[in-house]
């Protein structure tokens, strides 16, 4: 998804070859709009009572209390996936939240949410569970379920994902095999993938990993 959103239109205007540097400061700057742009959304919609400094305050927080400036320090092909994940799945959520306040413009916002969330899978699949949840919360926020509207906003929003998702099926299958094969077993790493795969998705290890991801 960054060679497409990024690499590709930087190479198409300029003639040169973006630096994986500049483009994990502009996904980082990205983040940080998008972050502020969903605080002072919520803040405007749900939360008028909290102070004006509130909004600062936290963006100041989640500027400092991220991975980016590890990553800013050390640019590298994950790094670049895992912040264009994030930085298209806050997109995501932004375009919808706008969506639900906006009568002209609602169906080109879930399209953009949509196209958003096509992105994030494309950078992080996992991000796929995340997207599926932003849908059903869309969805069951609305009084009437069944209604033709609703029915029409998630087709709206969802289309782009699936499209993206049987690219990336498509992909996956005609270069490793296989549909669910992201190309995890084939990457050089100290582990053997082949001896320790019963292991990684082992659900006797997920209580020791979620500590591990969690807090170191």
């Known amino acids: 998804s960054p060679v497409f959103a990024i690499y590709l239109p930087y190479r198409f205007l300029t003639g040169l070859r973006i630096s994986d540097s500049l483009a994990l400061i502009i996904l980082s700057f990205g983040i940080l709009i998008f972050s502020f742009l969903i605080l002072s959304f919520m803040q405007k919609n749900y939360f008028s009572n909290l102070p004006s400094w509130i909004i600062p305050l936290n963006i100041l927080i989640i500027g400092f209390s991220n991975v980016t400036l590890y990553f800013l320090r050390r640019p590298a092909v994950y790094g670049i996936a895992i912040c264009g994940g994030t930085f298209f799945l806050l997109s995501a959520i932004y375009f919808l939240f706008r969506s639900m306040k906006s009568k002209s413009y609602n169906l080109i916002l879930l399209f953009l949410s949509g196209m958003s969330m ?5 950078a992080r699949p996992n991000l796929l569970i995340s997207c599926g949840f932003i849908i059903c919360l ?21 289309f782009p994902l699936v499209v993206s998702l049987t690219l990336l099926f498509l992909y996956n299958y005609l270069r490793f095999g296989s549909i669910t094969d992201f190309g995890y077993s084939h990457q050089l790493s100290a582990l053997d993938y082949d001896l320790f795969k019963s292991k990684f998705f082992d659900l006797k290890s997920m209580p020791f990993n979620s500590l591990v991801y969690l807090f170191f």
């Open 118 to 122: 096509a992105f994030s899978v494309g």
């Open 138 to 158: 869309y969805f069951f926020q609305n009084s009437s379920l069944l209604s033709k509207k609703d029915l029409l906003n998630v087709m709206v929003s969802s």
